[in-house]
């Protein structure tokens, strides 16, 4: 009764009033269809039930669904203000979720645990998120002037370094992961002549990435990011500084450790002069075979056969021969 | 668990430095071959704006108002745990920090469970605390780190080892061991961590004006006897110690004392004195003298008046009887402080008001300046009697000057910013609103204090009884029947139905304002009183069986009755009726003849002529007017032989033959 009295005012006739003195109207409820079916116990040993009179415990009334107090034009923000698992009576919607038999409608909000186990993101209105935008925008300094592309600011910033943090319900703050440095630059960026582009590039192995042309060093040997960020910069700079160097050793390079075929040091050349020089005496300045097939022989064995390169050959080998 | 990832560029220049930092020949050319011909874009990055750990958070906790249908945030909002009475809240709030004591009972209790330390920093709350026993080793070091941490009760145990062990204890750490037993006068505090048990508690420890607690002749003396040569420190905590815990008479001697020995004290040591010139002088004119005589001395000390000083000397005027004086003085002071710089705080307001507005003395709008002065700005507690300036405000607001203008100034003024933190506790909270209520239902049209109602109710504030009856008395003054089922649904939860004369008013309103079925807004409303008088009807009834105070009247009952028969619910009313009829000896008074006269009429609608009958009896019986019920039902009914002959009886033979 007492509940049932309690929505009383409810049911008052607000909204009419609402419509002469402007007050605020409040949502409307949808009704709750009760069935009051109760369950049914199994009674396993058949002992006859001993009915023992339960002293009634006098219980305060409880008071009806705070959603029926609240104005149509509320601030949801302040009434969501945070994540935060549904609950139906500070919900205002006429939500539904569940399963049960063909034809009924689907269970409503009051006592649903569906509507309870997903996630939701009342908190996270499009209204809130402006407001919490607008509140934090006094930290945020303007973008710096003359760095307004892409390709501007990355020729002023060629390193990236990406650093991860982690916030945890765990008693303790401390995340190993955090410790992870990535630093990565374009290799275009670096100055290298050949020797020390093939060397460094034999030095850093697959953390060069041939499609984008970029160097990775992710460093996660030592306990503190700090400590990681200082031996990434430290790889980066022994590896550039390593690879110009020329030991003694890579001079007994043989042909067999090329990995490229280069026309200078190869057969072909000498070949090739033989067949230039045919007549020239001794003493006579010696022809050397032209750049341009000197390319093509090289492009012809690095990238293999194909019809384009042949055909280019026999158009540079006519060419130099001057057939 | 979230994470965020942070992408960090580094400019050319650093990294050419980087890589260029051994020197070598051809590394140079990385640096600064590429460097001078894309050059072209100069560009300056903005400093970073500063700002502290917690300032995001703080924004974004600004964007969020207050819910009012929303109970605090300290409860379960849930309707089954949203408390709805005063006594509800403040028990709802003390069982969640029972909880809370019950774990850290266990903690301590089970110390040996509790000796790991999972948390990275280490939460030394989480751990349980040292244990200090008469065997013990101690020594400096650690009586010096539970004064740091205030456990009065241990430091003074650490104290005693180390006296008995003969221990030297240096002269600092013997000082601020003084200043720490002065403050606390020898007792353990409440902990910090129980806001709840702060919040609710000011409620029945109102100490402010009882005598002495200064523990005489206790460790604090005796630290101070021990103290040689006296310093300055040394006479100024006992002075403070003894003036906070209202040993007035030694605290004056100890200054005099101090005086002689031309010993330089501070400001805030006079402060704690002339704050009890009120204990030590008796007439006005004496603690006026007094206090000039201290402020005198102050100043040919070279002390600095401070905003405790001000204040100590408005709470010295306010306890002057003699309001002329007072008043005078008040104004004398205020300039003079404001010449040497001292800004006023809440405080100060609120001994200016207590000064001002006293129940006898002229009417002062002394607020109105106040308030015109501080409109709009936002304060931080800097005196302990900041938090007394709302609620006193807005009691002179309703008691002193029944302004609703500037009540509701006041209640800007409390929620502009972060002001609502000096509301005080949970009983100047009630106070103030209390006071709110009161006063705009008295002058408000009632829409405008229904909207009020609307926010405030129950969420931050649950009327009393008596403002429930200011409430019910404005509602019947502007014959506001339809606001009435909303307010006794109200007073249902916050279980005031057992007020005799609540219950009266509800019914009178009801009764008084017959709703007109022709408005439509009003349409519903004989329904509802209905339902309310049966709801009333029936809580009374329990209430009986239960030995409660409350019980029916004739009256009442009556007024019941009117209300099911309007209501059109004839069963339910006959059945009142019948408890009437049935208890008249135990019911004091009769019905109302027009609730008789109602209850007759719908009788011969639904053609009953019994419970006409009965009903006409009753009025014979208690010898009300009948003739008209009489003629009512011979004229609505063709009786029957037997109900004739039982009319006749009741009111004779001579009726009929009219």
């Given at each position: 009764m007492s509940t049932g009295l309690t929505r009383v005012?409810?049911?008052?006739p607000l909204k009419k009033q609402a419509a002469q003195s402007g007050i605020r109207v409040f949502s409307q409820q949808q009704p709750e269809i009760e069935d009051e079916e109760e369950f049914r116990v199994l009674n396993l040993?058949?002992?006859?039930?001993?009915f023992q009179r339960r002293r009634e415990v006098r219980r305060d009334p409880v008071t009806p669904p705070r959603t029926n107090r609240m104005?149509?034009?509320?601030?949801w923000t302040a009434a969501w203000p945070a994540p935060r698992s549904f609950h139906p009576a500070s919900v205002p919607l006429p939500l539904r979720q569940g399963f049960t038999e063909r034809g009924a409608a689907a269970p409503?909000?009051?006592?649903?645990a569906e509507l309870m186990k997903i996630p939701n993101?009342?908190?996270?209105t499009p209204p809130a998120i402006r407001q919490q935008c607008e509140a934090i925008k006094k930290f945020c300094s303007p973008w710096p002037k003359g760095l307004e592309t892409e390709a501007k600011w990355q020729r002023h910033f060629p390193v990236e370094v990406i650093t991860t943090d982690y916030l945890q319900s765990?008693?303790?703050?401390?995340?190993?992961?955090?410790?992870r440095v990535t630093i990565s630059l374009k290799l275009s960026d670096l100055k290298f002549d050949a020797h020390a582009r093939d060397k460094f590039l034999r030095l850093v192995g697959d953390r060069y990435n041939k499609d984008t042309d970029t160097v990775t060093f992710v460093t996660?040997?030592?306990?503190?990011r700090k400590q990681n960020y200082d031996y990434a910069m430290y790889l980066l700079t022994a590896c550039y500084h390593e690879s110009f160097v020329t030991e003694p050793?890579?001079?007994?390079?043989?042909e067999a450790d090329m990995e490229v075929y280069l026309?200078?040091?190869?057969q072909s050349k000498i070949a090739a002069e033989g067949i230039l020089n045919w007549s020239a005496k001794e003493g006579d300045n010696k022809i050397s075979p032209p750049p341009a097939y000197a390319q093509c022989v090289e492009q012809l064995i690095n990238e293999g056969e194909n019809e384009y390169n042949l055909a280019k050959y026999k158009e540079e080998v006519k060419k130099m021969l001057n057939v | 668990m979230f994470l965020s990832r942070h992408l960090r560029l580094l400019p050319r220049a650093s990294i050419a430095r980087s890589l260029g930092?051994?020197?070598?020949?051809?590394?140079?050319a990385a640096s600064s071959n590429a460097a001078p011909a894309e050059e072209d874009s100069p560009f300056e990055i903005p400093n970073r704006i500063e700002r502290t750990p917690t300032d995001i958070l703080q924004a974004l906790a600004g964007t969020v108002g207050r819910d009012?249908?929303?109970?605090?945030?300290?409860?379960?909002?849930d309707p089954f745990l949203i408390p709805m009475s005063n006594a509800a809240k403040r028990t709802y709030a003390m069982s969640k920090e029972s909880g809370r004591k019950a774990a850290k009972w266990i903690k301590e209790e089970h110390r040996e469970l509790f000796?790991?330390?999972?948390?990275q920093p280490a939460v030394e709350k989480f751990a349980p605390s040292m244990v200090y026993t008469e065997n013990s080793e101690v020594d400096e070091s650690s009586l010096q780190q539970l004064i740091a941490q205030s456990e009065v009760k241990d430091a003074v145990l650490v104290y005693n080892l180390l006296e008995q062990k003969g221990s030297p204890i240096s002269a600092d750490l013997k000082q601020s061991l003084l200043e720490l037993v002065c403050f606390h006068n020898n007792q353990e505090p409440l902990?910090?961590?129980y806001i709840e048990e702060r919040w609710f508690i000011q409620n029945n420890r109102?100490?402010?004006?009882?005598?002495k607690t200064w523990k005489d002749g206790d460790l604090a003396e005796k630290l101070y006897a021990e103290?040689?040569?006296?310093?300055p420190q040394a006479y100024a905590s006992l002075i403070r110690g003894m003036a906070k815990y209202l040993q007035c008479e030694r605290a004056y001697a100890l200054l005099q004392e101090a005086g002689e020995k031309q010993i330089q004290l501070d400001t805030n040591t006079f402060n704690s004195i002339i704050e009890i010139v009120s204990y030590l002088k008796d007439t006005a004119e004496q603690r006026w003298q007094l206090c000039t005589e201290l402020l005198q001395e102050m100043s040919q000390q070279k002390l600095r008046p401070n905003l405790g000083t001000l204040n100590a000397v408005l709470q010295c005027i306010s306890t002057f009887g003699n309001f002329k004086l007072a008043r005078s003085s008040a104004l004398q002071v205020l300039p003079e402080f404001k010449q040497l710089g001292v800004n006023p705080s809440l405080g100060t307001y609120y001994y200016l008001l207590i000064i001002f507005c006293r129940e006898r003395g002229p009417v002062s709008h002394v607020i109105v300046d106040i308030l015109n002065d501080i409109a709009g700005k936002e304060f931080q507690i800097e005196?302990?009697?900041?938090?007394?300036f709302f609620a006193t405000a807005m009691d002179v607001c309703r008691n002193?000057?029944?302004d609703k203008s500037l009540a509701k100034k006041v209640d800007e003024l409390l929620h502009t910013?972060?002001?609502?933190?000096?509301?005080?506790?949970s009983f100047k909270e009630s106070v103030y609103y209390r006071n709110y209520l009161a006063l705009l239902c008295q002058t408000e049209s009632i829409e405008d204090f229904m909207l009020t109602y609307d926010l405030l109710v129950p969420n931050i504030y649950i009327p009393e009884p008596g403002i429930m009856e200011e409430i019910l008395r404005a509602i019947e003054i502007n014959n506001a029947v339809e606001h009435v089922p909303r307010i006794w649904s109200d007073m249902v939860v916050f279980d005031h139905t057992h007020r005799e004369s609540l219950l009266l008013s509800v019914l009178r309103i009801m009764v008084d304002n017959?709703?007109?079925?022709?408005l439509p807004a009003q349409q519903q409303l004989p329904e509802q009183c209905a339902k309310v008088a049966l709801d009333m009807y029936e809580r009374v009834e329990e209430a009986m069986k239960r030995l409660r105070k409350v019980s029916f009247t004739g009256q009442m009952l009556g007024n019941i009755l009117t209300l099911l028969v309007r209501g059109g619910n004839f069963e339910k009313a006959s059945e009142v009726f019948a408890h009437i009829d049935k208890n008249q000896h135990r019911i004091p008074g009769t019905p109302a003849e027009s609730a008789l006269h109602e209850y007759v009429e719908a009788s011969v609608q639904e053609k009953s002529p019994s419970q006409a009958l009965a009903a006409l009896q009753y009025a014979v019986e208690n010898n009300m007017e009948s003739s008209a019920l009489a003629k009512l039902i011979h004229e609505g009914f063709t009786l029957n032989e037997t109900h004739l002959a039982k009319l006749k009886t009741l009111v004779g033979e001579s009726f009929l033959d009219k």
């Open positions: 005012w409810e049911r008052l040993r058949t002992v006859k039930q001993q104005a149509v034009d509320q601030d409503s909000k009051f006592a649903n993101f009342l908190h996270l765990l008693p303790t703050i401390r995340n190993l992961e955090a410790r996660d040997r030592c306990p503190l050793w890579e001079a007994s390079k043989s026309f200078e040091r190869n | 930092s051994s020197g070598a020949h051809y590394t140079t009012h249908t929303a109970p605090h945030y300290k409860f379960h909002d000796l790991h330390q999972e948390a902990p910090e961590e109102r100490r402010d004006r009882h005598g103290i040689e040569p006296k310093t005196h302990p009697k900041d938090t007394y002193h000057l029944n910013g972060k002001n609502y933190d000096l509301v005080g506790d017959k709703p007109n079925a022709e």
